[in-house]
Structure formats: structure tokens, C-alpha cells
């Protein structure tokens, strides 16, 4: 296995305490749950992962290189995707005008006809998605966020309660499709969830609780 992302010795306490001497590797080629109660925690660890916050000691590797500004700023859009608690999108604006108008910030500028294109790959398409994302259906509304995560085709995703709220149908299509870029694609998928129950659907279960970063099982 490759790994994707790597911690070492890691703490992290902010709002709340996230990790404590965590060491642990994930792997390119495998999806993987972590699980808490505490959605604070979850969201600060997504945001440790992706490189937003940085430890208060400790390393992150991506990829076999350590962590630093510089790496970060060269990773962020072509390596990493990910999808947050809040601030995915702009809900006033449609799904197209959402990427269309974070592609023009990015290196990779599409034109708005690509973009269509692209989101009909996902089921979003005609009218839907012209209408602002306020307005969807949640499940639309997430897979727009996954959409967006997946553009530069990253080979680390980190996901921050994607399935959540959504019914079994809808997690069911939507780990259809993150097993098989796990596999075909050899991307490390990370779920970050409340429910370990979700965990049916991954290769390994992890849980998260005041620091502690723990293996439950595989599938």
C-alpha cells in the first residue's frame, strides 16, 4: 500500500482536544471510517487532515513528504479534496455557478459548458442544476460537495459528514461510487461521521474519542 496521509507524535487541542500523541498511517486504496460522538471534534480533524489548521506538535506527511506551507499551497487543489460541515458552497448560487466560479479561482479554469457536462456525470443536470443549491434536495446539495472534491481527480479525500441525514438509498450510491475510486483509482477515502454503523461500508473502522485516535476493526 501507498500511504496518502501520516501522522506522527501528533497533538492537536483548540476548541476542544482533537488528538494526543496520535501516530497512524492511512493508505491510498482503502476507505476508512473515523467515528465520534463529538461533531467538534470531527470537524477539527477534518481541517487537521486537509492541512487548514496546523498541529501544536507532532508531524503530517502527505505522500511521504512532511507537511509545510509551501507543501500545503502545491497540494491543496490537485491532491487533497474535501468536503466540510459548512462553507462547501455559496447557497444563493446554482451548482454550476458554485464550480464554475471556484474553477476561476483555482489553476484550472473550465468554461461554463464543461462544467455542465461535468456535473451531469454526477446526476445534476437541466434545470437542477441551474437552481441554487438552497433550494436541492440534500442529497443533490451533497453530491455537488462530493462533485467539487473530486474535480482534480485528488488521491486523498477527506470527508466530514457526507452521508450523514442522507437515506440508505442515497449512501448506498454514494459509497458505490467512493469504493470504487478507492480501488480503480487508488484514492484513500476518509469518512468522518457520527455513526459507526456507517462503517459497513469501509475497509477499516476507526473512533476518535477526547484525543485518542483508535483501530476498531476491519471489514
Known sequence: ?????????????????????????????????????????????TAVMTGLESLNSGKLFYYGEEYSKNVHTTLRTAAIGAVFQKYNYIPELSAEENLYYYLQISNKPKKRAECLKYLASFGINGVTAKRPLQLLDIFTQKKYCLAKAVVFSPKLLVLDHLLSTLDFYSQEQIMGYLDKLAKEE??????????????????????????????IKSI
Open 186 to 215: 487508488q484514492t484513500c477515502v476518509i469518512l468522518l461521521e457520527r455513526e459507526q454503523f456507517l462503517g459497513r461500508y469501509t475497509d477499516e473502522v476507526w473512533g476518535l474519542n477526547r484525543g485518542k485516535l483508535s483501530f
Open 1 to 45: 500500500m501507498m500511504e496518502a496521509i501520516r501522522l506522527e507524535q501528533a497533538d492537536y487541542n483548540k476548541e476542544a482536544l482533537v488528538l494526543e500523541q496520535v501516530t497512524t498511517t492511512f493508505d491510498r486504496g482503502k476507505t476508512y471510517l473515523i467515528f465520534s460522538d463529538a461533531r467538534l471534534e470531527l470537524g477539527l480533524l
